[in-house]
C-alpha cells in the first residue's frame, strides 16, 4: 500500500470511528433521559394531587409541602453521598437499575398507602431509590462526550426534569379529570382505592420497563486509579483547598433549585385557587409550559454557555447561569400579581425559561472543576446540598408562608413571589462572588494535570 493510499485510509477511517462514538453518546444520553424523565414523573405527579389529597386525608398546607419536599428529599439527599462514591469505582449502569427498580416499586406504593404517615414512609422510599440516579449519570455523560459539548449534554440529560414534569402535569391532569369522576376507583386485587392512590400506581410501575434497557449501555473504562475508590482524605484535601468555589457553586444553584421547586410544587395549587382553572386545565396548561420552556431554558442555557467557552470564557457556565438568575427575577416577581389569565401563562412561561438555566449548568460545571475519580463524590455533594435546600425548603416555605405569613389559601401567589425573590437574587448573588474562585479552580486542575 502506498503512503498516499494508506493515508487516505487512515483519515476516512477516524470520522467513522468519531461518528460511531458520537451515535453511542447520543443513546446513552437517551436512555439516561428517559430515566430521568421517569424519575420525574413519579417526583412531580404529587403537585397536581394536593386538593384531592388535602381532602382525603384531611391535612394542611404544610403538611402536603412535607410529602411534596423534605419525605422525599431527606433520604434523596442523605443516601446520595454513599451512591456518589460508589459511583466514583463502582458499576455506574448497576447503581442506575437497582435505583429505577426501587423508587418504581416505592412510587407504586404510595398508592398502596392508607394513612399520611404510611404516604410519607413511602415519599422516603422514592428519595432513595432516585439517590442513586444523577451522580451516575453525570459521570457516565462525562467520560462519553467531548469537554466542549458537555454543557450541551448534561442539559439534554437534565431536559428529563421538563419531560417528566410536564407530562406528571399533562397526564396526571387527564387522569385526575377522568378519576373526578369516581369518589374512587376498584382495583383487580387491590380492591377498593383513593383516585389518587390510582394514579400513583399508574405511572410508577411502568418505570420497571426501564431496568432492562441499562444493560445495553456499556460501563467506559477506568484507569488503574479509578478502579479504586480514592482515599476520603484526598476528598477532603481537594475540597478544603477549593471550598469557595464548591460551597458558592452548590449553595448558589440550592437557591435557584428553592424558587424552582417551590413554584413547581404550588403553582397548580396558585392557578386553581385564585384563576378558578380545573386540575385538567391546569395539568395542559402549566404541563406544556413545563415541557417547552422548562426544557427550552436549560438547552439554550447549555448552548450559550459552550459556545461561550469555546469562545475562551472559562467561566461561562456560571457567568451565564448568574445572569439567568438577574434575568428571571423580574417575570417571575410580576406574573401573581396580574388578574388576566392569559397574560399570566405567557409571563410564567418567561419566568419558567430562565430560571431553568441553572438546572443544567450546575451540573455540568461540577464536572469540569473537580478531579475524573472524584465526579460522583462531588455531584452527591451537589445534589445533598441543591436538593436538602431547593427540594427540601423551597415547597415548604412557600406553604409555610401562606399558613403563617399570609394566612390564607389564597394568598399562595404572593408567598410564591417572596420565596422566589429572595431565592433567586440570593443564588445570583453567589455565582457571582464563585467567578474568580471558579477560574482558579480551574487553572489550579490544567496545572496539576500536566504535571
Given amino acids: 500500500m502506498t503512503e498516499k493510499t494508506q493515508s487516505s485510509v487512515e483519515t476516512t ?79 455506574r449502569r448497576g447503581i442506575i437499575a437497582w435505583s429505577i427498580f426501587i423508587w418504581s416499586l416505592m412510587t407504586a406504593a404510595c398508592g398502596l398507602a392508607k394513612s399520611y404517615w404510611s404516604l410519607f414512609f413511602a415519599r422516603m ?117 477549593n471550598k469557595k468555589t464548591v460551597l458558592l457553586h452548590n449553595f448558589g444553584a440550592a437557591l435557584a433549585s428553592a424558587a424552582g421547586y417551590g413554584a413547581l410544587a404550588w403553582v ?28 427550552g431554558g436549560v438547552i439554550v442555557g447549555g ?6 467557552y469555546r469562545a475562551g470564557q472559562t467561566d461561562a457556565k456560571m457567568r451565564v447561569a448568574m445572569w439567568a438568575m438577574i434575568l428571571g427575577i423580574i417575570p417571575t416577581v410580576i406574573y401573581p400579581l396580574l388578574s388576566d389569565l392569559t397574560i399570566i401563562l405567557v409571563i410564567l412561561a418567561i419566568s419558567t425559561f430562565f430560571a431553568n438555566f441553572m438546572m443544567g449548568l450546575g451540573p455540568a460545571a461540577i464536572q469540569e472543576v473537580v478531579p475524573t475519580n472524584m465526579r460522583g463524590q462531588f455531584s452527591a455533594l451537589y445534589l445533598f446540598i441543591v436538593n436538602l435546600i431547593g427540594l427540601g425548603l423551597g415547597p415548604t416555605l412557600v406553604a409555610l408562608s401562606t399558613d403563617y405569613i399570609f394566612g390564607s389559601p389564597d394568598m399562595v401567589g404572593y408567598s410564591i413571589i417572596l420565596v422566589s425573590a429572595i431565592a433567586m437574587g440570593g443564588s445570583a448573588f453567589l455565582l457571582g462572588k464563585c467567578l474568580p474562585h471558579y477560574r482558579a479552580t480551574l487553572v489550579s486542575l490544567e496545572e496539576s494535570s500536566t504535571k
Avoid: N
Wanted: net charge positive; glycine share 10%; hydrophobic share 50%.
Fill in 13 to 91: 477511517s477516524i470520522p467513522t470511528q468519531s461518528s460511531r462514538q458520537g451515535l453511542y453518546a447520543a443513546y446513552l444520553i437517551f436512555i439516561l433521559l428517559l430515566a430521568y424523565t421517569f424519575s420525574f414523573i413519579d417526583r412531580q405527579i404529587l403537585s397536581l394531587l394536593v386538593e384531592p389529597m388535602k381532602r382525603d386525608l384531611d391535612i394542611s398546607d404544610t403538611q402536603m409541602s412535607l410529602l411534596q419536599g423534605l419525605s422525599f428529599a431527606l433520604f434523596y439527599t442523605l443516601m446520595g453521598l454513599p451512591l456518589g462514591r460508589l459511583a466514583d469505582s463502582k458499576s
Fill in 303 to 308: 448552548i450559550i454557555a459552550d459556545k461561550r
Fill in 125 to 241: 422510599g422514592v428519595g432513595v431509590g432516585e439517590a442513586g440516579l444523577s451522580p451516575a449519570a453525570y459521570s457516565l455523560i462525562a467520560d462519553s462526550v467531548q469537554k466542549r459539548h458537555l454543557s450541551k449534554a448534561i442539559g439534554v440529560y437534565t431536559m428529563g426534569i421538563y419531560l417528566g414534569g410536564g407530562m406528571a402535569l399533562i397526564v396526571g391532569g387527564m387522569v385526575i379529570q377522568w378519576a373526578a369522576e369516581f369518589s374512587s376507583i376498584t382495583i383487580p386485587i387491590l380492591g377498593e382505592v383513593y383516585a389518587w392512590q390510582a394514579v400513583f400506581l399508574a405511572v410508577g410501575l411502568p418505570g420497571l420497563l426501564l431496568v432492562p434497557l441499562l444493560f445495553t449501555l456499556k460501563e467506559p473504562a477506568r484507569s488503574q486509579k479509578q478502579e479504586k475508590a480514592v482515599p476520603v482524605a484526598e476528598v477532603i484535601q481537594f475540597f478544603k483547598k
Fill in 268 to 295: 397548580p395549587s396558585y392557578l386553581i385557587r385564585v384563576h378558578g382553572m380545573s386540575s385538567g386545565e391546569v395539568g395542559m396548561a402549566f404541563g406544556l409550559i413545563v415541557l417547552f420552556c422548562g426544557a
